[in-house]
């Protein structure tokens, strides 16, 4: 079995839905932390989701608010994902958000 520690990160430069990180094949992700920054003196919302290998949509946060200029951890513990899946962002305001995620996998 190999770890592999990574990140991902995503601009959200406008208001679609868009994949923050698939899990590879073969591999088990442990997501460690999930970092909102807002960066335009706003308050725009976040929603974050997970999709499994069969395409279901489960909301893991809707609509979560911003402050203007801070920084939010999202996950209070570790958020284990399986081949496959894949983690979605959406900001309610383009231009405003940043993201970035913290991921352990195992293959």
């Known amino acids: 079995m190999a770890n592999v520690y990574k990140n991902a990160k995503i601009d959200?430069?406008?208001t679609d839905n868009e994949t923050l990180y698939t899990v590879p094949a073969v591999t088990t992700a442990?997501?460690?932390?999930?970092?909102?920054?807002?960066?335009?003196?706003?308050?725009?919302n976040i929603t974050?989701?997970?999709?499994?290998?069969?395409?279901?949509?489960f909301s893991?946060?809707?609509?979560?608010?911003?402050?203007?200029?801070?920084?939010?951890?999202?996950?209070?513990?570790?958020l284990v994902m399986e081949e496959s899946e894949i983690l979605k962002v959406e900001a309610s305001a383009g231009n405003q958000l940043h993201v970035v995620m913290?991921?352990?996998?195992?293959?």
């Open 12 to 14: 959200l430069t406008d």
């Open 30 to 44: 442990i997501v460690k932390s999930i970092l909102v920054s807002e960066d335009a003196g706003a308050t725009p």
């Open 48 to 57: 974050v989701t997970l999709v499994n290998a069969s395409a279901a949509v």
């Open 60 to 78: 893991l946060f809707k609509s979560k608010a911003l402050t203007a200029n801070g920084t939010l951890e999202l996950l209070s513990s570790p």
């Open 102 to 107: 913290s991921v352990l996998e195992i293959s």
